[in-house]
């Protein structure tokens, strides 16, 4: 496939910023959620965007993470302006989760502060190891093939999950929004 159509192939998944809502011309990407049946997504039921993460999220319903590809910084702000809705940067639990399989070398010291930052947010150790090696295979796999060294996160874990089932949807989403109050 030439760069181009790659391009535009990707650009057609991209999201759209309406007057009271998000759109996704091709529908999307995960059906198993909120969006499942629609394109539209209401302004009104977003508690939150996250924009630390790849691609940027909106988190819903309290309970659900909604991935905005496309969505840059300037959009951001727009739709923060439009509905006062909350752009925020909590510690992403899917990324820390996922650094180990990245083509990157890390210090003890910088694993240890991982753990005790997942630890914070109610993921204890062990569970980490269980869920990093629920993973590993695939994560590992596509590290092999594309080199990515910068980051991982919820939606490459989905992509990597196929055939992908509800039962490991919201695995997921239980995962990314598990924040202990401190």
């Known amino acids: 496939m030439s760069i181009q159509k790659n391009k535009n192939r990707i650009e057609s998944t991209n999201c759209i910023v309406a007057e009271d ?3 996704f011309p091709k529908g999307y990407y995960f059906k198993y959620g909120y969006l499942k049946d629609q394109k539209k997504l209401p302004f009104s039921i977003i508690n939150e965007i996250r924009t630390n993460t790849r691609p940027v999220t909106a988190k819903i319903n309290t309970n659900e993470i909604i991935f905005l590809q496309g ?15 909350s ?5 992403d639990n899917w990324s820390l989760l996922c650094d180990e399989f990245l083509d990157t070398e ?4 910088q694993k240890e502060n991982v753990i005790q930052l997942l ?7 062990d569970e980490v190891h269980q869920i990093r090696k629920r993973i ?6 596509r590290t092999f093939f594309s080199w990515e060294w910068i980051y991982y996160g919820q939606f490459d874990v ?8 509800y039962k490991k ?7 990314a929004l598990r924040n202990k109050k401190q």
């Open 21 to 23: 809502h998000i759109y």
């Open 71 to 85: 969505l840059d910084e300037k959009q951001c702000i727009e739709i923060k302006e439009k509905s006062n809705i």
């Open 87 to 91: 752009l925020t940067t909590p510690v």
């Open 106 to 109: 890390f210090s003890e010291a």
């Open 119 to 125: 630890k914070k947010n109610g993921i204890d150790k």
């Open 136 to 141: 590993s295979s695939r994560m590992l796999l």
């Open 158 to 165: 989905l992509k990597q999950l196929w055939p992908l089932s």
């Open 169 to 175: 949807y919201w695995w997921t989403m239980e995962i």
